[in-house]
Nanobody
């Protein structure tokens, strides 16, 4: 089992940047495929970006390609999401999630067993 805690969300102007972090409690962090999801008000939760256990594979949503980058530091048990050129439509609660069963970062939220509490990102125009 792993506990996840996101941080780094805040209010930022359009065009700005943020880096989200997700710290995992488990020493087995390297055995989890990880994902960043987001949920905006009135919308379904969607994958933003996922990354495999040793960072060999990533899966990034078309809406954020070229702007967002997912990475991980297995030595520190931390998952990151670097977000550049932020737009108002990026406003959402961002969650990190862990998947112990799949080697490939799935885009389906039901494939992830463990979730953080979320961090709010608000982009003003």
């Amino acid at each position: 089992q792993v506990q996840l805690a996101e941080s780094g969300g805040e209010l930022v102007q359009a065009g700005g940047s943020l880096r989200l972090s997700c710290e995992a409690s488990s020493g087995d962090f390297e055995y989890y495929t990880m994902g960043w999801f987001r949920q905006a008000p009135g919308k379904e939760r969607e994958l933003v970006a996922g990354i495999s256990r040793i960072s060999a594979l990533t899966n990034t949503a078309d809406s954020v390609k070229g702007r967002f980058t997912v990475s991980r530091d297995n030595a520190k048990n931390i998952l990151y999401l670097q977000m550049n050129s932020l737009m108002p439509e990026d406003t959402a609660v961002y969650f990190c999630a862990a998947n112990s069963r799949s080697l490939v970062p799935s885009s389906k939220d039901y494939d992830y067993e463990y979730w953080g509490q979320g961090t709010q990102v608000t982009v003003s125009s």
